[in-house]
């Protein structure tokens, strides 16, 4: 005969079996908190400080005071940060070689006159470094006149290549002609209706038009892509990758966690380097987004 378990035998198995599931919840959490925490500490946290113009009149969300830049750059200093360009960041991703304990990127977007007047002069006297992505047609129209207007003028090829043969300014590719608003065009955006094959065509042949500017000036060929007004989409990036582009640079907020993956290299976050709001007040609410990271 088979002999009946009773109901105290039955609630002890389901106690058993309870501080069983209990035990192996608790022992998967650690795994994946340890995990979690080891994915943190194998990522490196780079900031991306977005400037425009550094000049002495008309401050705003743009534009700061050289005051203001070489405050930056000595706060920066006196804080063990090291300044890296963007082929340091992607060497790191695809080569493995080192980064500094404290990297941190300064990005100039538009190649405005005001970055080889008063911006490059402070880079040699504190010896740090900007990535300097241009805008390809205002270069060209800049090259051909004397203009040196600090309001208003642009860098010309000569001063560009000055300055990436000093080491401390990297030229990247922020569009030869797109960077503006007009005919149904946001930047490099594609139009409402724009067939893929026309957009293609169209970004390819703008991006390389710089590509082979800036190789010839320079003898460096870019290797990330700015977008102009932080505007794209997916079908933008597919297309910069397509065209050998191993980053991009975005005006989306935060701070990134680089690691191993090339696909964190692309649409990366900067922090807007606005008049009156110092790198060290950016840099401690930037930090705070880090929590969103990975998530």
């Known amino acids: 005969m088979k002999q009946k378990i009773s109901f105290k035998h039955y609630r002890k198995i389901i106690i058993l079996l309870l501080i069983a599931a209990i035990l192996i919840l608790s022992i998967t959490k650690n795994i994946m908190e340890s995990y979690a925490v080891s994915s943190t500490q194998e990522a490196v946290c780079v900031p991306i400080f977005m400037y425009h113009q550094v000049k002495n009149t008309n401050f705003g969300k743009d534009v700061i005071s ?18 890296i360009t963007m082929t340091d960041l992607i060497d790191y991703v695809y080569y493995d070689k080192d980064l500094p304990e404290k990297p941190v990127i300064l990005t100039i977007d538009d190649g405005y006159l005001s970055t080889y007047k008063n911006v ?23 090259s051909k006149v004397v203009d040196n207007n600090i309001s208003y003028a642009f860098v010309t090829w000569k001063q560009i290549k000055e300055m990436q043969e000093s080491g401390l300014v990297e030229v990247q590719n922020h569009t030869y002609n797109l960077h503006k608003i007009c005919n149904g065009r946001y930047g490099c955006y594609q139009k409402a209706n724009e067939t893929m094959s026309h957009y293609e065509e169209l970004l390819t042949e703008d991006v390389l038009t710089l590509q082979e500017k800036i190789t010839a000036a320079t003898e460096f060929t870019p290797n990330t892509f700015t977008y102009p007004y932080g505007k794209y989409n997916d079908t933008t990036e597919s297309i910069i990758k397509k065209l050998g582009f191993k980053a991009t ?9 680089i690691n191993k993956d090339p696909e964190r ?28 990271i990975n998530e």
Do not use: W
């Open 66 to 83: 050289p005051y203001e830049f070489e405050s930056d750059l000595k706060y920066l200093s006196d804080n063990g940060y090291t300044t």
């Open 120 to 142: 490059f002069p402070l880079l040699k006297k504190y010896n740090m470094k900007i990535v300097l992505s241009v805008i390809g047609k205002t270069v060209d129209d800049f």
């Open 265 to 292: 290299l692309y649409g990366l976050k900067r922090i807007c380097r606005s008049h009156n709001h110092t790198v060290q007040s950016l840099l401690k609410e930037g930090l705070k987004t880090l929590r969103y």
């Open 249 to 257: 640079l975005s005006a989306t907020y935060g701070v990134n966690l």
